[in-house]
């Protein structure tokens, strides 16, 4: 039952189903364990990075598709909800034209960029997206009567997501019963069957020509595969999933910018922690999401500590200043690729495949 | 039925004819060597023929259905199969998943082809069995869940066969599939190919320089020199033709004479 319901694509490493009971379980009680509005934003965010960036695992590690518009499509989820939300008033109508209007754009968009462009090469689809991406957030920055510019869009969701809305006087185990929890957990249950959705697509017959097509493009067409067809289903599933993390941001944040959901940054980080997780695991994505987020909250904080504790050495107080952040996590990332070039959840499978193997 | 017929099939490279006006029917039931001189043509011709390249001119008809413009795939799915001579696999996948990725490509079933994205890879339990008999037959089965990427040249050339099998086309198209294997390993994809010819209803052209493994198992031998068919018949009676002396095995010795 357990082991359908991960589609039979088991952790195959102790450590990482270690790792990932102890994610869920953290996810799933966040707001019990992890009191404090930054706590629950940052466990929110991991939730909506776990699903955009399992979703460019299905294009990038099951498919190898580099695509530069994934967060394009995030961006589409995210302004699909804002703008509903703010023409139309916070409604459930609003919301579900906003969610469906953003699901509807994304697929016809990466219908239409796969079917041109998936039947060149590599290099050349990558440049594709990156052009498109670029001029669609061009686009939501001219838009600004739309689209609010570069100030984004502030808005309001129906009352029972909001924290004014009380389902209880008495708090819960000290937590408050209110619309900002259910919210939370819209999004965690909405991440937890986007996951299983995307491991069952990844080992369903059609994720293994995927696979094929990224092993060796040729011979899968030579054996009888219409690779276009594949690559574009590919491309426009892992769109919809990217759409969806949009959304679910925008339940979140109850905003939209440029700055939040279309920045090319986002797109790096993307690439980050898909690369950090391991490609082609989906579980990488869960992995890597809650580390790099976490690691993107915190280390700044960390870095607080480090330095008042280091107040006598200033030379070495000065590096540890929190405004060097980006330094160290730039840091961070450069040791992990060395060390773990397949990721964490490659490298604890390999250990677990061969016990003996260093590096 | 197999029934390929090529008609005047040509391809030019700039200035170069690489196949030139190559009209041939192959019958079902029949296994076709196709010989020559490296450079001959010969992995070209199969390119044309299984749609790697597109022809400058000529046409490809399979049952009487004119294949010319059809893309690989389309070609492969209407019954032309081929096997690599460069070993040309999934490296990243395990034995059993090459092979079944293949038998999924050509059959018919609830995978679809592999456009079924909703059930799980491992319950489409016919394809798996098939897909291990396969194994067995080339004598692989014991290493079903190794990466392709770690298995010996020798062995990777029994999978590229066993692809191939996994198609379940009309026409087999063998390039060298003996090529680089160790003498012990020989005799397994011999005798797959032989078993094969049994089957009456199959079309089966191979290229191979062995003249003693030609002269066991071919019913007609082509030989193709500069791209152009110069020799077409019995065995016995094109080994023996001046042409193919002087054309191929004279190349033959003479390579030899310099070495």
Not at chain 1, 252 to 278: A, C, K, N, Q
Not at chain 2, 109 to 115: C, F, I, Y
Not at chain 2, 167 to 194: C, H, K, W, Y
Request: with cysteine.
């Amino acid at each position: 039952m357990f082991k359908r319901l991960l589609s039979n694509d088991l952790p195959r490493d102790r450590t990482l189903a270690v790792l990932l009971i102890a994610l869920l379980i953290a996810l799933a009680f966040a707001p019990f364990i992890f009191p404090g509005v930054k706590a629950l934003g940052i466990a929110a965010k991991v939730l909506v990075f776990l699903v955009l960036v399992a979703s460019f695992d299905l294009l990038l590690g099951y498919t190898g598709i580099v695509s530069f518009a994934h967060t394009m499509f995030f961006g589409i989820g995210a302004y699909g909800i804002a703008i509903a939300c703010t023409r139309l008033g916070a409604t459930w109508g609003a919301v579900a034209v906003g969610f469906f209007g953003a699901l509807a754009l994304s697929f016809v968009l990466a219908l239409i960029v796969g079917l041109f462009s998936l039947r060149v090469r590599a290099i050349f689809f990558a440049m594709i997206t990156l052009a498109v991406a670029s001029a669609f957030q061009t686009l939501a920055s001219q838009l600004s009567d739309f689209t609010g510019g570069d100030d984004g869009l502030n808005f309001k969701l129906p009352e029972l997501l909001s924290a004014g809305l009380s389902f209880s006087e008495e708090p819960f185990l000290g937590v408050a019963l209110n619309g900002r929890l259910l919210c939370y957990y819209v999004l965690f249950f909405t991440a937890l069957a986007s996951l299983l959705a995307l491991l069952r697509i990844v080992n369903s017959p059609f994720g293994r020509v995927l696979q094929a097509i990224r092993e060796n493009e040729f011979r899968a067409e030579a054996i009888g595969y219409r690779v276009v067809v594949y690559r574009t289903v590919s491309s426009v599933l892992s769109a919809l999933f990217a759409t969806l993390a949009g959304v679910m941001l925008a339940f979140w944040l109850r905003y939209s910018g440029p700055d939040t959901s279309l920045s090319f940054e986002i797109m790096i980080d993307v690439l980050l922690i898909v690369v950090i997780g391991g490609m082609g695991t989906i579980y990488g994505a869960a992995i890597g999401a809650a580390l790099f987020v976490v690691a993107q909250g915190y280390l700044q904080d960390l870095l607080k500590l480090g330095s008042d504790a280091t107040a006598g050495l200033p030379w070495l107080s000065a590096l540890l200043s929190p405004d060097r952040w980006l330094l160290w996590l730039g840091v961070l990332f450069v040791l992990s690729v060395y060390y773990f070039p397949s990721g964490v959840v490659g490298r604890l499978r390999e250990m677990a495949r061969d016990p003996q193997s260093k590096h | 039925m197999g029934l390929l017929t090529t008609t005047d099939l040509t391809v030019r490279f700039g200035g170069h004819v690489a196949v030139n006006a190559v009209s041939c029917t192959f019958q079902p039931g029949t296994l076709t060597a196709i010989v020559g001189p490296n450079g001959a043509g010969k992995t070209t011709y199969f390119n044309l023929i299984s749609g790697q390249l597109k022809a400058t001119g000529g046409s490809v008809t399979l049952n009487g259905a004119d294949l010319s413009s059809a893309s690989a795939s389309t070609r492969t799915r209407a019954g032309l199969g081929r096997a690599f001579q460069l070993t040309n696999l999934f490296p990243n996948l395990t034995v059993l998943e090459n092979v079944r990725v293949a038998v999924q490509a050509t059959r018919e079933g609830a995978h679809r082809h592999g456009l079924n994205l909703w059930s799980i890879w491992s319950d489409h339990r016919v394809l798996t069995k098939r897909a291990n008999e396969i194994l067995e037959s080339v004598a692989l089965i014991d290493k079903a869940d190794s990466d392709v990427a770690s298995l010996p040249h020798g062995d990777q050339r029994k999978l590229e066969v066993a692809m191939l099998m996994a198609l379940e086309s009309q026409v087999f198209m063998f390039d060298e599939p003996t090529a680089g294997m160790s003498a012990d390993e020989v005799p397994a994809v011999l005798n797959l190919i032989r078993e094969l010819r049994q089957d009456k209803s199959k079309t089966i052209l191979l290229v191979e320089h062995k003249m003693d493994v030609v002269r066991e198992l071919a019913d007609r031998i082509i030989v193709l020199h500069n791209g152009t068919l110069v020799a077409d018949g019995e065995p016995a009676e094109v080994i023996a033709s001046p042409i193919v002396q002087s054309a191929y095995l004279g190349v033959v010795s003479e390579t030899k004479a310099a070495a």
